[in-house]
């Protein structure tokens, strides 16, 4: 099946630490996007590529990093310089003119 | 800076009514417009993708429209049904950004029985 995957579904973090959340996509798309959902809000992006070994800052990058070093895949980092990093996190990909979501991560800090 | 506007925030409705959901943007130059449905917990859901140029897009009891030169789109259900239950997200996505997309904050549907 084509697709978008991410894991894990649930993730949780102490505070003060790293966390990398994992995209994966099979659609041999160029374009792969991170989005953060903060309740009751609509989606903001955080990074973006738009082909391997290419990134650039989203609307609120600050806290985080990426990686692109393979079409397929897209990582992102929370890094400890998050100053709220419990949210809901989509990350998708982009074929022509319409993006197709993955089924997201939900971090909660502790 | 492009802004995205849904209203209502929060709608009921009786299963079977027709509805329509209501999204408004303040910059014009957009290369399109899509529509997404959200269940809780979980991804987003494409449901109609709209190009600059085009006026509506229709599937099934979906319909779409799309007025650039007044900033609005509206997402019109026919026949409503409890499964059409979620939360629905419109999406611009403006020129020469990557093809990065602005959301506005949604408009959670319930239908009732």
């Known amino acids: 099946d084509g697709g978008i995957t991410q894991s894990p579904k649930y993730l949780f973090r102490k505070e003060g630490q790293n966390v990398t959340l994992s995209c994966e996509q099979n659609?041999?798309?160029?374009?792969m996007y991170w989005y953060r959902q903060d309740p009751g809000q609509g989606l903001r992006l955080i990074y973006y590529?738009?082909?391997?070994?290419?990134?650039q800052k989203g609307d609120i990058a600050e806290g985080y990093s990426v990686s692109r070093e393979k079409k397929e895949s897209f990582p992102l980092t929370v890094t400890s310089a998050q100053k709220n990093p419990t949210a809901f996190y989509l990350c998708?990909?982009?074929?022509?003119?319409?993006?197709?979501f993955g089924p997201g991560t939900r971090l909660t800090v502790l | 800076k492009q802004e995205v506007t849904q209203i209502p925030a929060a709608l009921s409705v009786p299963e079977g009514e027709n509805l329509v959901l209501n999204c408004s943007f303040t910059?014009?130059?957009?290369?399109?417009l899509q529509w997404f449905r959200q269940d809780p917990g979980k991804g987003l859901t494409s449901l109609l993708l709209i190009q600059s140029s085009q006026r509506e897009q229709t599937s099934g009891r979906l319909n779409a429209s799309l007025d650039k030169s007044s900033g609005r789109s509206t997402l019109y259900i026919a026949a409503s049904q409890p499964g059409d239950s979620a939360t629905y997200l419109c999406a611009v996505r403006p020129r020469n950004q990557g093809g990065k997309l602005i959301f506005g904050q949604g408009t959670e549907l319930s239908v009732k029985p």
């Open positions: 998708a990909s982009r074929l022509g003119s319409e993006q197709f």
């Open positions: 590529s738009q082909i391997v070994n290419d990134f």
């Open positions: 910059d014009s130059a957009i290369y399109n």
């Open positions: 659609l041999n798309h160029d374009a």
